[in-house]
């Protein structure tokens, strides 16, 4: 399960862990399984959520 913080002051400027681009706001995403924090951008963070919405693929 991976969630999302809540805490809108917590967004900071850097490199997404997922796609390593340089942007200028980076959400907190907790993943469960892995027990870690990471910040993606905004794009990686709409892929993580389909990902989770079509986990068998998109003919499963």
Known sequence: ???VSSDSHATT???????GQ???RRTPLFDERAKAT???CIRCLVLVYQRRQFESGCCG
Do not use: H, P, Y
């Open 1 to 3: 399960m991976i969630s």
């Open 38 to 40: 990471r910040e993606v």
């Open 22 to 24: 340089m942007v200028l």
């Open 13 to 19: 400027a850097g490199c997404c862990a997922d796609c």
